[in-house]
């Protein structure tokens, strides 16, 4: 299976198609120097799901990781429980319609909205999978925005 993927504002899968805005984002800007950072993004991907794979249970999973590959937590003050991981995901399973060709793939969308408090800015990566095995990994720096000087 393969799977095409990016990062967006916005994204929507619907009656086989994907609807998107803002598409391909590899920077957020944090406005505040103090976290929490939000991490506010969308993940649009199509899946080709190949004759072969077709009439078959799948998962597909999207998860964050941070740049030494730990599983990313929402950010809690301290002395706070520590949250569950965010990892969303969904089962699918394309059937085999009686006049696909041999060997013709068949696509399936996915969209998934982020919107998680993270307690410093770097380099994070989305990481998708489906059925356990990683199959794609979308890298975006989060980084202070940049105050401009104002000239009156």
Known sequence: MEIDAFLCDHAEAAEGKLFINGAAINILWAASP???YNVN???AAVAQVPWTATNQAHSFSVH???EDNNVVRPWVPDGEPMPDEVRLQTGFNVGRPPNLPVGE???VPFAFGFNIPVGKLGVYAFVIT???TEMKRL???LT???QQPIFG
């Open 105 to 107: 793939a068949q696509t």
């Open 144 to 146: 202070l925005m940049q």
């Open 139 to 141: 890298p975006i720096r």
């Open 64 to 66: 964050i990781e941070d």
């Open 41 to 43: 993004v969308a993940v």
């Open 130 to 132: 489906v059925d356990g």
């Open 34 to 36: 103090q976290p929490p």
